[in-house]
């Protein structure tokens, strides 16, 4: 047994069992990023010196007892959360340089959780996009095919995930950052619930919108790390007081009370047909297990994509008119098409005159968009469709399209402007190899829910032969 | 529809050459273009929303606390005088 293929939960018992050193699984897991960094380029940055050196500190820590939920477990963490003392550049040359002198409160928490930090994983610059191919640092690639995107934005952190070059990664969500890239990759990824994780120290892309989340190799160590990340921040007003749930303990859901919504919208027409047919047979085996199944009418996503490009494109604008070159970073003439779309259009949507007509129109459906699954909620529980209408797509696929991000995330825009949770776990794969995801998405603050339904249908399908495979690197 | 592309490059302080220009304002025209379905959503009687949880008036007690050093606020800055950063001068004479 490779110990950089274990997941968080196997990683805890031998570590506890003391099978083997939290050294041991760090080394494990570098040697991996070495063997394999030259093809997949998901890291930025490598942490080798502090990792080893946190590693032992781990080491010595378990031998004394203590007990903390990721200790000693390697982690990497996506680029554009800021590291005290580690270079974070949000996959932007602007920021080549750029040394956080503060850690952001995810960042924090898991280091207070006793976690080895990695490295810094690659993505879209500033997260616009949804490949890894716009990052400024060359394209992430896909581990299943290294002709194939990883999705994106947080397609570094998914890449690595399913490689085995680390045990877990975290990733940050605007509108599919998270649940694409785990789906393209055949990962588990989980948006939590606007404000349910803190934002603070988050380099910001669309703030109404931006939700830090953990992706996984299971649905358990999902629930397990959003444990530790989840709850209320006196440094992110938005964050809620809601109380955090014991989510790793709590995975269970009987399916045979769970009802289950699906709309034919959400199977547009563009669907690649082998992902039309895994999902339907996914939703045929939650029919089995128990659950009811019910056919909703949801508001056509196609509107998703209006006032998703509305809205983070003039928080962009917004978010990006910081970047001076004064404080830290380099100039804005550093920044490259994609930014520079995307502000361009911002703040023209922002600009005198046109305010009511975009940004505003833009929220008024947003609020119709929310009513819609405040409708649909108090049918069914869950809503379960595709992640991604495409399998991953070849390396090249995004150049000048201008609005590839906007419109490969039709299917995860609805529930990311609602700000509800959601989570993709893979299902199978197409006749080529490629992974293929499934979307359950709940109400707010749902988390409790939205885990239980994926870990049990991950239970219930867990000796499918296709989870078998790893990736021929 | 009329997109005056160098005002809306001076309003982002986005320095853009001719040819960016051109590409800029031919995809900004396209984006706005395809954005227009949104007009056929009704939205007279709706409100719309900022704050999707519905958080309000979030506040803390005005109490300081401890906060970065200068040294490490200006640790980053490529130009520094005297503890402060430096930039270009905006007013002239």
């Not at chain 1, 570098?30 to 890291?43: C, M, P, S, T, V």
Request: charged share 25%; glycine share 8%; with cysteine.
């Amino acid at each position: 047994m490779k110990l950089n293929n274990l997941n968080i939960k196997e990683a805890r018992k031998g570590l506890e069992n003391k099978d083997f050193s939290s050294l041991d699984l760090t080394k494990a897991c570098l040697d991996q990023i070495k063997k394999l960094e030259g093809k997949l380029n998901a890291f930025v940055t490598i942490t080798e010196k502090e990792a080893l050196k946190q590693a032992e500190a781990a080491d010595e820590l378990i031998s004394s007892g203590q007990d903390l939920p990721l200790l000693g477990i390697p982690i990497a963490i996506k680029d554009n959360f800021s590291t005290l003392g580690i270079k974070t550049t949000a996959s932007s040359k602007v920021l080549d340089s750029y040394i956080p002198p503060y850690d952001a409160t995810v960042v924090k928490k898991l280091k207070d959780a006793g976690m080895v930090l990695l490295g810094k994983t690659n993505m879209d610059a500033w997260a616009h996009g949804s490949s890894t191919e716009t990052s400024d640092f060359g394209p992430t690639r896909n581990p299943w095919n290294i002709n194939h995107l990883p999705g994106g934005s947080s397609g570094g952190s998914a890449a690595a995930v399913a490689a085995d070059e680390v045990i877990a990664a975290i990733g940050s969500e605007t509108a599919g950052s998270i649940r694409q890239p785990a789906s393209w990759c055949g990962v588990v990824g989980l948006k939590p619930t606007y404000g349910r994780v803190s934002r603070y120290g988050v380099i910001a892309m669309g703030s109404s919108l931006d939700s830090p989340g953990p992706i996984t190799k299971t649905v358990e160590d999902s629930a397990l790390i959003l444990e530790v990340l989840a709850g209320k921040d006196e440094k992110d007003a938005t964050t809620s007081p809601l109380p955090v749930g014991n989510y790793s303990q709590k995975l269970n859901k009987n399916m045979k009370e769970l009802k289950v919504g699906i709309s034919k919208e959400y199977f547009v027409n563009s669907i690649d047909k082998e992902v039309q047919g895994e999902i339907e047979r996914a939703i045929k085996k939650l029919e089995r297990f128990g659950a009811k199944i019910e056919n909703i009418k949801l508001f056509d996503p196609k509107y998703a994509i209006d006032v998703y490009t509305i809205i983070q494109r003039s928080e962009v604008s917004s978010n990006l008119a910081r970047y001076d070159g004064i404080r830290y970073g380099n100039g804005r003439d550093y920044f490259k098409d994609e930014a520079k779309r995307r502000i361009v259009f911002g703040t023209y949507a922002l600009s005198s005159g046109y305010y009511d007509q975009y940004y505003n129109k833009a929220q008024q459906v947003r609020t119709v968009i929310i009513n819609d699954f405040n409708k649909a909620f108090e049918k069914v529980d869950v809503i379960i469709a595709p992640t991604s209408p495409s399998l991953a797509l070849p390396v090249g696929a995004t150049k000048d399209a201008a609005m590839f991000g906007e419109i490969a995330d039709v299917l995860v825009e609805p529930s990311s402007i609602a700000g509800l949770a959601g989570i993709n776990i893979p299902v199978g794969f197409s006749k080529s190899g490629l992974p293929i995801g499934m979307q359950i998405i709940g109400p707010q603050f749902s988390e409790e829910l939205v885990l239980s339904v994926a870990y049990e249908y991950e239970k219930l399908t867990q000796n499918e032969e296709w989870r078998k495979l790893k990736p021929n690197l | 529809m009329k997109i005056d592309i160098s005002h809306i490059a001076k309003l982002a302080n986005l320095p853009l050459s001719s040819t960016e220009k051109a590409k800029f304002e031919k995809q900004l025209g396209e984006t706005l273009e395809y954005i227009e379905g949104l007009n056929e959503i009704e939205t007279k009687n709706t409100e719309p929303t900022s704050q999707v949880t519905g958080l309000e008036n979030i506040t803390r007690e005005d109490i300081a606390k401890p906060s970065l050093s200068q040294k490490e606020a200006l640790s980053n800055s490529k130009s520094t005088h005297n503890g402060f950063f430096k930039a270009k001068a905006i007013l002239t004479e």
